[in-house]
Nanobody, 126 residues
Framework: QVQLVESGGGLVQAGGSLRLSCAAS????????LGWFRQAPGKEREFVAA????????EYSDSVQGRFTISRDTAKNTVFLQMNSLKPEDTAVYYC???????????????????WGQGTQVTVSS
């Protein structure tokens, strides 16, 4: 069983920055990639970014490209999401998840991921 625990959310003014962390544990953790998703009130959960575990290849949604950076520390089994130039529309609960075995790493589909964390709230005030 794999456990993913997000942290680092909070309240920030527009234009500010936050850094989210996702710590992975569990003796069976060997996912090819980890991803970040977010869900705003009344909206569907959407893809934000993903990174391959071995080579650090990254993928971003158009809405965060150039503002957010995903990275990983393989020694600590942790994935980060550095969020800069935050906008009120970035307000959401942010989740990390592990790519299912056999799924294409660039998939943005929720169904391609498993072992979802509990989420961390990010609120951006205008």
């Amino acid at each position: 069983q794999v456990q993913l625990v997000e942290s680092g959310g909070g309240l920030v003014q527009a234009g500010g920055s936050l850094r989210l962390s996702c710590a992975a544990s569990g003796r069976s953790f060997s996912s090819f990639a980890l991803g970040w998703f977010r869900q705003a009130p009344g909206k569907e959960r959407e893809f934000v970014a993903a990174i391959t575990w071995s080579f650090g290849i990254t993928e971003y949604s158009d809405s965060v490209q150039g503002r957010f950076t995903i990275s990983r520390d393989t020694a600590k089994n942790t994935v980060f999401l550095q969020m800069n130039s935050l906008k009120p529309e970035d307000t959401a609960v942010y989740y990390c998840a592990a790519l299912k075995q056999g799924e294409y790493w660039g998939s943005r589909s929720l169904g391609s991921y498993e072992y979802w964390g509990q989420g961390t709230q990010v609120t951006v005030s205008s």
